[in-house]
């Protein structure tokens, strides 16, 4: 207790205190070495030391100086290193020489004067940095830390890791975690390191609360392994960041975060293709619409990346617009690259602005990721889910093709495979309309992208499990058994743009999403790797329950990529061409009609018959649930009940206005 007091004492001293008592020490220093160095080489005799007593102010006044000049007062004393050592090492060597010269001076025995100075510079080389050290470990916060953490890697991150840790107060490392041969057994930075193996019981005996994954190059699969081995130890597991994120200076080594779902799912990225990367952004005019989505967003950062000549940002909602336009003006500063950056204001559905902004631009490539894509509010939006989704790709289109544009990609989703659901529906309409337009045009060519969930994107489940499990739960699963296929948002936007390289006219790209994944094992692992436990009937004291809520309106168990199982490759690995039936023209014409004329008339009904007659395989499994549509018919129910029972015109008004004037 009393050395955290004077721990928390030193700390809060103003900088320039801390740096005098540092000056002070260093001086009190100097002189006691230069009396023990004086008495070893003149065998005690005051009378001599006596006679170089004009030489302990010279050392003090000529060193002081020198070491600041070095940095030595400078450097924070939490964050020193070897680079203290370096400048110890200089400045007494300068001291070390006017001791022996002065020595000389007053007595004329060589010998005896170079023995001093050597013997003043063994002991200031060691009395000097000791002091400092000894500093280190009264302001060190590894007392002052709640928790324990052992670091599971012991190379160079997490070396680099336990430093950065040593300068902080939420943690302090006691031990690595390293299956190596090369440092089984061994003192690593001052930390014992030892086998996974022995890890359960090291925790149990140290009350250690996490473990760091210092692991920045290994392998996606391997880091998952390690992930799956550490869930059962109750303990929190966080990461540091990849190689790649440390390399390009995104991250830091010591920018620790919880671990991320894709570290779950031991899926390998593929290095992208350079051949199809850049083939039709590299010096080009693209568009993105949705710009300020979670993938749409993801695809501007990465468009930025190789360097087209202009980007224009198409986005409704204009926070989201501001937020992405500010974001890459700075990554385009940063980079120092010349791309012109145009961030329009503008819905999708405005076929004559969309025109205008292609053709004023000469925009070459579209990207269009603008839609409505969340399941339940799709189903209580009906209207506009079809009016965005279907009407507003059409008319995306339709400028495209009028403004001369080269490749139109659209962003699809695996809902659009035997839909249940209206946004699933809606997607694959606007499939069918590019598929038949490209059939009716020769330019653009039109392709579609069509893939499953994307970690970390709005009405993701991982953020929502995140944010149920901080808050103490219960973790909200709709059904036990329900599975989805992830895929990172890089991931995905990546391939996303190789896709679009590949576009010949109509083709419907599948991306590889790998093994599906249960939701409800997801949540398990992920209330384990924050360190908490499970609440069930064969655990009822655990910290976090799982509850089942149902599926909700047009929500399905899985979800399928594919349309039959018509498919071949491509020149990527992990992407497919599906080989699908199309609509003709004309009978697209003819549903595009009729659904502006049931949008026009608020008929979700006749909305609904239209998606059923035009996309095979969809098969609502809910009624009508827009929210709109639903109150409207039970006002209409309620006004024809009260006619029945000889309510007046009047009486209706009144009950839901107040009294009518007279």
Same mark, same amino acid.
């Given at each position: ?22 000056? !002070?020490?260093?001086?009190?220093? $100097?002189? #006691? @070495?230069? *009396? =023990? ?6 065998? &005690? %005799? ?41 400048? !110890?090492?200089?400045?007494?060597? $300068?001291? #070390? @020489?006017? *001791? =022996? ?6 007595? &004329? %025995? ?53 430093? =950065? ?62 992930? =799956? ?17 440390l390399l390009s200076g995104r991250s830091r080594v010591d920018d620790v975060r919880d671990v991320e ?224 296929y992830f895929m990172t948002i890089p991931e995905a936007a990546q391939l996303v743009l190789q896709a ?163």
């Amino acid at each position: 207790m009393i050395l955290s007091s004077l721990q928390l004492r030193v700390i809060q001293l103003p900088r320039a205190t801390k740096r005098l008592i540092v000056v !002070v020490c260093d001086a009190v220093l $100097l002189i #006691a @070495v230069l *009396v =023990a160095a004086l008495a070893i080489v003149h065998q &005690g %005799d005051w009378r001599q030391i006596r006679e170089l007593a004009f030489l302990f102010p010279i050392v003090v006044l000529v060193g002081i100086p020198v070491f600041g000049s070095l940095g030595l007062y400078r450097a924070i004393i939490r964050f020193i290193g070897g680079e203290m050592f370096f400048a !110890v090492l200089r400045g007494t060597t $300068l001291l #070390a @020489v006017i *001791v =022996a010269f002065f020595d000389q001076s007053a007595f &004329g %025995d060589l010998f005896a004067s170079l023995s001093a100075g050597l013997v003043f510079f063994a002991f200031a080389i060691l009395a000097l940095p000791a002091s400092r050290i000894f500093m280190r470990a009264i302001v060190s916060q590894r007392r002052l830390a709640s928790d324990r953490v052992a670091v599971y890697g012991a190379g160079q991150a997490g070396r680099r890791l336990v430093r =950065a840790l040593a300068s902080g107060r939420d943690c302090h490392a006691v031990l690595f975690v390293d299956d190596s041969p090369t440092f089984r057994g061994r003192v690593v930075a001052g930390l014992p390191v030892v086998a996974p193996a022995a890890l359960p019981e090291r925790i149990r005996k140290l009350g250690i609360r996490r473990v760091l994954l210092a692991l920045p190059s290994v392998s996606r699969r391997k880091r998952e392994e390690i992930i =799956a081995s550490l869930e059962k130890l109750s303990v929190r597991v966080q990461t540091v960041p990849d190689i790649t994120d440390l390399l390009s200076g995104r991250s830091r080594v010591d920018d620790v975060r919880d671990v991320e779902v894709a570290d779950l799912l031991g899926r390998e990225s593929v290095p992208p293709n350079t051949r199809f990367l850049g083939g039709c952004i590299v010096g080009k005019s693209v568009m993105v619409t949705g710009a300020g989505g979670s993938i749409g967003s993801e695809l501007c950062r990465q468009i930025v990346r190789l360097k087209p000549a202009r980007l224009v940002l198409v986005e409704l909602s204009e926070s989201a617009l501001f937020a992405v336009d500010l974001e890459l003006r700075r990554m385009i500063l940063e980079e120092e690259t010349e791309i012109e950056l145009i961030p329009v204001l503008c819905s999708v559905n405005h076929r004559a602005r969309m025109y205008q902004v292609m053709r004023n631009f000469q925009v070459q490539t579209v990207y269009h990721a603008a839609a409505f894509k969340h399941v339940p509010l799709v189903e209580y939006n009906m209207l506009e889910g079809v009016y965005n989704n279907i009407i507003g790709t059409w008319h995306t289109a339709e400028a495209a093709c009028d403004a001369g544009v080269e490749i139109f990609v659209l962003i699809s989703t695996d809902k659009a495979v035997s839909p249940v659901s209206v946004m699933g529906a809606t997607k694959r309409f606007a499939e069918l309309v590019l598929q038949a337009i490209s059939e009716r045009e020769s330019r653009p060519r039109f392709c579609m992208v069509r893939f499953g969930n994307v970690l970390g994107s709005s009405g993701s489940v991982v953020p929502v499990f995140r944010e149920q499990i901080r808050r103490g739960g219960p973790v909200t699963v709709t059904h036990r058994d329900i599975i989805r296929y992830f895929m990172t948002i890089p991931e995905a936007a990546q391939l996303v743009l190789q896709a679009g390289s590949m576009c010949e006219g109509g083709d419907v790209f599948v991306l590889d999403m790998g093994k599906p994944v249960r939701i409800a094992d997801l949540a398990r692992r992920m209330v384990h790797l924050m360190g908490l436990t499970l609440r069930d009937d064969a655990n009822p004291d655990g910290d976090i329950a799982i509850q089942y809520t149902g599926l909700r309106p047009a929500e399905k168990l899985y979800e399928e990529l594919l349309i039959g199982n018509n498919v071949t490759g491509t020149g990527h690995p992990m992407i497919m061409r599906a080989m699908e039936d199309r609509l003709p023209w004309s009978k697209v014409q003819h549903f595009i009609e009729q659904f502006l004329h049931a949008c026009a008339r608020s008929d979700c009904e006749r909305v609904r018959e239209l998606l059923v007659e035009s996309v095979e395989g969809y098969k609502p499994t809910n009624g009508v649930d827009d929210v709109v549509w639903t109150a409207g018919q039970k006002s209409t129910a309620a006004l024809a009940q009260g006619m029945t029972g000889q309510a007046t015109i009047t009486d209706l008004a009144s009950r839901r206005l107040g009294p009518l004037a007279t």
